[in-house]
């Protein structure tokens, strides 16, 4: 059998992949059940046969684009270890920024938050671990994806979070929030990166809208103003291109204080407004 140092240099095999060291130090992490830095420390590890047969299907299924955190079975965001499927989106480390913006935003204690399309839950649930004082209902469309954000905040133990199945607003009866946060579809349906990488086993629906990718958060900011508290604010994540059209749309649905923010490499990927006093 082989050694961890031995496996470790397999990353050549995955020729795909544009994190391959990564990707093989962590399903390799995964079948052994020890951390990146074992690896390292117990190079002379050796697999056992089941071991290196797992490790081997998991590296074959990688080779064929599946993605890591479906290999694994969980996504961590903002700290948070999260169980995914492929029923929802791939929580990825640039919609941290949607959560670091409201918390900066709302550093009150006591506040009344809605994350829309939850997806894993990740949004709502890095808000309450962070503001547990905080009542925060996390909506999805999908059955499947509010199961899994179920199992999630049960898991980190968060009971400041509330899962509901609507579609959007749609199902959820009349009252107000402080903040409502969203990281929505936004995809074209002709863009040519759907059929590339990870979202290739993602759900369509979680990431392709109508209108250029625009027409999800032009109902979410139309429809927001009747789920909005005076002066609360409304904020979304979208397409690197798209920031001036969404502030457009944030324009038309009477919200105030319009503003995008960039992400690490400079891209405009969030646009929030605030609901007139």
């Not at 240099?9 to 079948?31: F, H, M, N, Q, Y």
């Not at 990166?193 to 032009?218: K, N, T």
Request: hydrophobic share 45%; charged share 25%.
């Amino acid at each position: 059998m082989s050694t961890v140092k031995e496996n470790l240099t397999r990353s050549a095999e995955l020729t795909g992949s544009d994190s391959a060291r990564l990707d093989i130090e962590v399903l390799l992490g995964a079948v052994l059940g020890r951390s990146r830095t074992w690896l390292y420390t117990w190079p002379e590890y050796e697999l056992s046969v089941a071991e290196q047969q797992s490790f081997d299907n998991l590296l074959q299924r990688r080779r064929h684009g599946e993605p890591v955190a479906h290999l694994t079975g969980e996504r961590e965001f903002w700290s948070l270890a999260l169980k995914v499927n492929a029923s929802t989106l791939i929580p990825r480390p640039e919609t941290e920024l949607l959560v670091e913006t409201a918390l900066a935003l709302c550093p009150g204690d006591r506040l009344r938050a809605l994350d829309l399309g939850t997806g894993t839950g990740a949004i709502a649930l890095a808000l309450a671990s962070e503001r547990p004082g905080w009542d925060i209902v996390a909506a999805e469309k999908s059955a499947d994806a509010v199961a899994l954000a179920e199992e999630n905040r049960r898991a980190l133990q968060l009971d400041n979070v509330r899962i509901v199945q609507s579609d959007w607003f749609a199902q959820l009866p009349a009252q107000k929030f402080d903040l409502i946060v969203s990281n929505p579809p936004y995809i074209d349906a002709a863009d040519p990166h759907l059929e590339q990488g990870d979202v290739r086993f993602e759900p369509r629906s979680a990431l392709v809208a109508e209108d250029a990718g625009l027409a999800d958060i032009q109902s979410i900011a139309q429809c927001s103003g009747e789920f909005l508290a005076a002066g609360g604010w409304l904020m979304v994540e979208h397409g690197w291109q798209q920031a001036a059209s969404v502030r457009a749309i944030f324009a038309a649905a009477g919200l105030k204080d319009i503003e995008s923010r960039e992400d690490f490499s400079g891209w405009e990927r969030i646009t929030l407004g605030r609901k007139a006093n």
